[in-house]
């Protein structure tokens, strides 16, 4: 999939968010009037919305709105305009290049979803490549919109391929949601379970059936999300999913696409990249910048780091033998990422010790870190290792919280144990049998800050658990993270629509409070 997935239209199929283009229409360039004919066209046509997971706002800047935003992590980098919009909430400029790009580039993924779902049922091809091609496209505009509904909330439902003159006005955020499950309904239906060769690495029914299952549950409709979470922990997706052994192999470059990889972001280092300029070329950068953008300080920019309460879960508990818990190794860069101190713990080349003494307190997200490759000393900006999004530990653990918040507690822990087991920790139905809901509610937090911190779902947990709707939960952020003093209850919730985009529609109102 590494290779398929980055073929990219031309200029005259996809959009831009560069305000400054110059749009002038390439005659070398096909158009929607000759391009769409066969089925090479729709293969090229579905790879061109994949690319849009390359574009430096959607894996770079939206990791920092669904992390650094949330209590998990902050940042103090020099830029001040990060640390103030996605940390402090000091949002003052509704123009805001990172945050209204994040919003651009979604739709640039829409977008070239809608030309597929548009064009694509016309061509005469094989019935069964046609549905799977219209199934991904579905899938992709589900995340898409998934993605602005959790971040921006109220904003327009756009269904076919866009042209300059439309003003389309705001959806609800419920609308938003809705649009995303029929998406990703519509989507499971077709998707196979799994696919060989070339195109491993494309949606799944099982991908579908998790980012719905998320859907339904950032809507509290717990109801809803039982179906699809039984499918893919009782029903079908059984047979397709489990967790790896060693925990670490969920994040390294040589073991992706595993056995728990649900949803996997899939990036390659191009050897053929000329340049860096931003400007569309034959040789597009198909890595990620985001390892050199959280790496720690002297090894990448250090614009992301973690909140010491998060190193501070995991030592809550001990393995069965009486050992710190494994996954804290694996997720965080800090002085005892080594458990034998800051003078064993290694930091691409050098001890903690050696770059930043003994008494530093600094902490960092391992899991998109490319130290394990021998020799290396730094980040760039071309990291090839995978962004796994959905891991079926986020899936049972998701089915754990489902059966809970359905007064179905005990049949919930088993879900939790197999997560805790996989990292040596000793089954909550022995240390903790008899919890009631609630008690089991405030465990599932854990459980899901010391599996997943980092991987970019905190923010919607947060929002999905009410810390955002009262002023007694905001105190419990405050008290985890500063940054959160400044967070208003009736506005910080949601992002600002792009002013700009406000301004030239007559019928897009801002977001409430704004």
Known sequence: MKKILYVMLAAGLTMTSCENDLDIVNPNAPT???????????VQGVNAIYSTLHRGPIVLWQWFYYTVRSDEAFSRSPRVDIPNNMDKFLITDYNFGETNWIYGDNYIGIFRANQVLANVPDIEMDPDLKARIIGEAKFLR??????LASLYGNV????????????????TRDEVWAQVAQDLTEAAEVLPLSYSGANVGRVTRGAAKALLAKVYMQQRNYAAALEPLQWLVEGPGSEVYDLVPNYRDNFLASTENNVESVFEWQFATNESEFTDNDVATPNQNYGS????????????FSDAEVRRWVVDEFYEEETVNGERDPRLEASIFFDSTDVRGPEFTMIYGQTFAQRYGLDDDRAWFRKFANDAEPGRTGEGFRSANNYRFIRYADVLLMYAETLNQLGRTQEAYQYVDRVRQRVNLPPLSEVRPNMTQEQFHEQIKHERVTELSGEGHRWND????????????LNELIERDPAFETFMLDRHRLLPLPQRDVDINPNLVQNPNY
């Open 32 to 42: 929607t009037d000759v391009f769409w004919q066969d089925a090479t066209d729709a």
């Open 142 to 147: 589900g995340f898409f919109y998934y993605n």
């Open 156 to 171: 327009p439902i756009i269904l076919e391929p866009s042209t300059p003159t439309i003003l389309p006005a705001n959806a």
């Open 462 to 473: 947060l929002d999905r658990w009410g810390y955002f709707e009262s002023q007694e939960k």
């Open 289 to 300: 910048p985001l390892a050199q953008f959280i790496a720690p300080a002297n090894v990448g």
